[in-house]
DNA sequence: CGCCGTCTGGACAACGTTGTCAAGAGTGAC
DNA sequence: GTCACTCTTGACAACGTTGTCCAGACGGCG
């Protein structure tokens, strides 16, 4: 082994640039040229540039690369929870639009709590990713401002920006769960109770709406017992699902907010003694073999990650178009269970 | 607006430290020595600083500083497809574990490609990732010796490496098939049948040899028209499943061999007209409320992810202990399906 | 044979940060 | 008043890469 090559193994040190010179014998830019695929070398040099790269086990560093160029090629994706299923497709849909245009995706869960979310974010733009594609916990992102003046494109899913002007991704609660609920209204339901997320997330904000516009449209009172918003922790959801099926003049149907709260309150139905109609907002696995099969209104999660990151990349290539607003509508899909008639 | 802070707004520019040093009127260490709250810097002087720093919107350049310091705070996890809802308990138990050690994820799913997984793995190590955690989609992972000799922690999880010596974090996947299988041969089965992933995935081949294990514990033949690896495509495993319950001696067992496999078996049993007994390998949510619930055999997928990042991260501390692996063991979780007698 | 254009290769600065080191200011003791 | 010491501060190099620019070699043509 010869003097040069024993940087290889030396432990936690790696060749660089000028070690793959001098070992080919040429000079620090020839190396750059090569490692780049830019022109200007002769078929000879650049095998020896590529024998020492290789002998050397060199790997260029694209610290040093992005510190250069200014472009770090990555984007953040910030959520709210890994795990949870309904994520999953559009981090991967957001993961697919990356790798196409060659970018890295880095990603991180707020957890739902807003500071969290900020320190995430900033974390993320402190490492001068290109973008941003933000599922927001908080509702006001103006710390985001000085980032967003400073180049970094920045798409918000699922729920809309606070005090801030950016472009916005959604789905259409609101429509979705007007839907729903005239879905058991025309099914014979007059007392529909509505299990929702917590009233400071926009999406619970909006799918109540829905519910009440629903009833109103229907020319139907609503009993303020039959709302529910709060943690989708499966104990408060299945209190107030269990309060509300044993009131004096207990709900017929029920209306769940988003795939969690379904998931609990098909649990505490299974254990009910008599039959209600149930009608979830979020599709999920196996939706069709439960007994009854469950309603759902079904939210394209995988367009909604989609959407944003084509929308992010857009921005990145340099559009001046002013921020905007998109809705991906949702679709009911009857199975049965929101079918039930009234007991 | 002083001439100054007209920098704020030039869009596209960052203000360095140069920038908060001069407006600040200090040197450019004592603004890095406030921005790392390093001692030494007397009350004035650090609040003339942090005034520069918000007037000018201040974030200090992470490449920089990881070009000079050689650790990025960051891992990678490369698994095989973000959407699939196995790995999002280990997806966010690693991203715990490096939000603990203030590290930041990156990650990217391989498609099962082992040719997607070494580009993607490589792109991380030229990002110098601090660490990997790699679910393997191949079976030789040589082109990872250079960087781990570079000194690029590196953890398997869920597949074993090929032909390097790493840590490896594993479920066991042979005990937890031969339970399953076993299970069904107590309650009297004895033509059960296998469906599982393709034959290159190491667990498969585990789960497999669990199979077999079982059966010749028993003293049962197997036919081999009852095994059947291929990909998870609900077609072919829908196709695998028809032939072996229309076989002139049908099989009154299945046992599938992964979560996405053991959903379409669901679904074709549902249309079945006999019914047949079923263990699946993973757990998945809602599996209780199917009729009759799905007996599975869990992994703790959660426990996987933490293990193997707790790993990675004292391999970061430098510990010089000999590669390990660690099985996890799984748990036979009876629910009905796995206990029907044959028919 | 000399001139010009082209093509290949290399020296050097710069990106924004941090570690090293030394200088200057201030304090207390003799 | 001076010396030794501490405390604060800043100048400078270095991290590994890429862009700019220039030098030298080479070939063709007058």
Same mark, same amino acid.
């Given at each position: 082994?010869? @003097?040069?090559?024993?940087?290889?193994?030396?432990?936690?040190?790696?060749?660089?640039?000028?070690?793959?010179?001098?070992?080919?014998?040429?000079?620090?830019?020839? &190396?750059?040229?090569? #490692?780049?695929?830019?022109?200007?070398?002769?078929?000879?040099?650049?095998?020896?540039?590529?024998?020492?790269?290789?002998?050397?086990?060199?790997?260029?560093?694209?610290?040093?690369? &992005?510190?250069?160029?200014?472009?770090?090629?990555?984007?953040?994706? &910030? $959520?709210?929870? =890994?795990?949870?299923?309904?994520?999953?497709?559009?981090?991967?849909?957001?993961?697919?639009?990356?790798?196409?245009?060659?970018? $890295?995706?880095?990603?991180?869960?707020?957890?739902?709590?807003?500071?969290?979310?900020?320190? /995430?974010?900033?974390?993320?733009?402190?490492?001068?990713? @290109?973008?941003?594609?933000?599922?927001?916990?908080?509702?006001?992102?103006?710390? /985001?401002?000085?980032?967003?003046?400073?180049?970094?494109?920045?798409?918000?899913?699922?729920?809309?920006?606070?005090?801030?002007?950016? @472009?916005?991704?959604?789905?259409?609660?609101?429509?979705?769960?007007?839907?729903?609920?005239?879905?058991?209204?025309?099914?014979?339901?007059?007392?529909?109770?509505?299990?929702?997320?917590?009233?400071?997330?926009?999406?619970?904000?909006?799918?109540?709406?829905?519910?009440?516009?629903?009833?109103?449209?229907?020319? $139907? %009172?609503?009993?303020?017992?039959?709302? +529910?918003?709060?943690?989708?922790?499966?104990?408060?959801?299945?209190?107030?699902?269990?309060?509300?099926?044993?009131?004096?003049?207990? #709900?017929?149907? $029920?209306?769940?907010?988003?795939?969690?709260?379904?998931?609990? #309150? #098909?649990?505490?139905?299974?254990?009910?003694?008599? %039959?209600?109609? =149930? &009608?979830?907002?979020?599709?999920?696995?196996?939706?069709?073999?439960?007994?009854?099969?469950?309603?759902?209104? +079904?939210?394209?999660?995988?367009?909604?990650?989609?959407?944003?990151?084509?929308?992010?990349?857009?921005?990145?290539?340099?559009?001046?178009?002013?921020?905007?607003?998109?809705?991906?509508?949702?679709? /009911?899909?009857?199975?049965?269970?929101?079918?039930?008639?009234?007991?």
């Amino acid at each position: 082994m010869t @003097d040069t090559a024993r940087s290889t193994t030396r432990y936690g040190t790696r060749p660089t640039m000028k070690d793959v010179a001098a070992r080919a014998g040429v000079g620090l830019k020839t &190396v750059s040229r090569v #490692v780049n695929g830019e022109p200007g070398v002769t078929p000879d040099t650049e095998r020896r540039v590529q024998e020492a790269i290789t002998a050397l086990g060199f790997r260029r560093n694209d610290s040093a690369r &992005v510190l250069r160029k200014g472009r770090t090629a990555s984007i953040g994706l &910030v $959520l709210e929870d =890994l795990a949870d299923p309904f994520y999953g497709p559009l981090n991967r849909a957001v993961e697919e639009v990356a790798r196409d245009h060659g970018a $890295l995706l880095i990603n991180g869960s707020s957890a739902e709590d807003p500071e969290r979310e900020q320190e /995430l974010v900033l974390a993320l733009c402190a490492r001068r990713v @290109d973008g941003l594609v933000i599922i927001p916990a908080g509702d006001d992102h103006r710390y /985001l401002q000085p980032e967003i003046a400073a180049g970094v494109a920045t798409v918000f899913v699922d729920r809309p920006a606070g005090e801030i002007d950016a @472009d916005v991704v959604l789905s259409d609660s609101f429509g979705g769960a007007r839907d729903a609920v005239a879905h058991l209204i025309a099914h014979g339901h007059r007392r529909i109770g509505f299990i929702g997320d917590q009233p400071r997330i926009h999406t619970a904000i909006e799918r109540l709406r829905g519910y009440r516009t629903a009833m109103a449209e229907a020319g $139907l %009172p609503v009993d303020e017992s039959w709302v +529910a918003l709060g943690p989708t922790a499966p104990e408060r959801v299945r209190t107030a699902a269990e309060a509300m099926l044993s009131a004096p003049e207990p #709900v017929t149907a $029920l209306f769940s907010g988003n795939n969690r709260v379904t998931v609990t #309150v #098909v649990r505490v139905l299974a254990g009910h003694p008599r %039959p209600v109609a =149930l &009608v979830g907002f979020d599709d999920f696995e196996l939706a069709d073999l439960i007994t009854p099969g469950i309603t759902v209104v +079904a939210q394209d999660a995988a367009l909604l990650g989609r959407t944003a990151a084509t929308l992010l990349f857009r921005r990145l290539e340099g559009t001046d178009e002013p921020p905007q607003q998109r809705v991906i509508p949702t679709r /009911l899909i009857p199975r049965g269970s929101g079918e039930l008639p009234p007991a």
